[in-house]
Antibody
Framework: QVQLQESGPGLVKPSETLSLTCTVS????????WNWIRQPPGKGLEWIGY???????NYNPSLKSRVTISIDTSKNQFSLKLSSVTAADTAVYYC????????????WGQGTLVTVSS | SYEVTQPPSVSVSPGQTATITCSGD??????ACWYQQKPGQSPVVVIY???KRPSGIPERFSGSNSGNTATLTISGTQAMDEADYYC?????????FGGGTKLTVL
């Protein structure tokens, strides 16, 4: 059974960098697409970006200038960095897997709430 | 950038058919997926590649996609189907979500 688990600080100060890690178990990260998605409280889903197991990435154009996604195959983890955060970046952050882009996101983590506040 | 649009809310009586639409320019030329999200839970894919159901998803969930509109249909809607539903398309190598539709079963 594939499981994904997000981890990282639940509180980040404005202008700082948000950093999260997703640990994958039950599957090798050396395949497929690995995504980050967020959901502000009471609002809809927003795709942040993905990293392919080979290391190639693609990001949401609206966030591209602030986002970096990386992968560590030795630890079966991938990570998100979002710089210069503001209160608008407060959200539940999810990691998720996609086998093939057109097949959707088939496994999701439970999500972690990150609040941006001083 | 590509956008897909959903109605904010849909209401249905138990046992009836619920229809949720997702509109986007030439959406029928792309693949659409649908996710169900219940309060406090992570989304679950209920339809992928327009019409396919993952294992474990009830047969009452079906999908279609043609022209500018993808449609999620829930036949014989049950109270447990009350949730938010999101459509998702793959466009220019990016993932695009619709704004979500709240399905109320009353």
């Amino acid at each position: 059974q594939v499981q994904l688990q997000e981890s990282g600080p639940g509180l980040v100060k404005p202008s700082e960098t948000l950093s999260l890690t997703c640990t994958v178990s039950g599957d090798s990260i050396s395949s497929y697409y690995w995504n980050w998605i967020r959901q502000p409280p009471g609002k809809g889903l927003e795709w942040i970006g993905y990293i392919y197991y080979s290391g190639s990435t693609n990001y949401n154009p609206s966030l591209k200038s602030r986002v970096t996604i990386s992968i560590d195959t030795s630890k079966n983890q991938f990570s998100l960095k979002l710089s210069s955060v503001t209160a608008a970046d407060t959200a539940v952050y999810y990691c998720a897997r996609s086998i093939v882009a057109t097949m959707g996101l088939d496994y999701w983590g439970q999500g972690t709430l990150v609040t941006v506040s001083s | 950038s590509y956008e897909v649009t959903q109605p904010p809310s849909v209401s249905v009586s138990p046992g009836q058919t619920a229809t949720i639409t997702c509109s986007g320019d030439k959406l029928g030329d792309k693949y659409a997926c649908w996710y169900q999200q219940k309060p406090g839970q992570s989304p679950v894919v209920v339809i992928y590649q327009d019409t396919k159901r993952p294992s474990g998803i009830p047969e009452r969930f079906s999908g279609s996609n043609s022209g500018n509109t993808a449609t999620l249909t829930i036949s014989g809607t049950q109270a447990m189907d009350e949730a938010d539903y999101y459509c998702q398309a793959w466009a220019s190598s990016t993932v695009v979500f619709g704004g979500g539709t709240k399905l109320t079963v009353l």
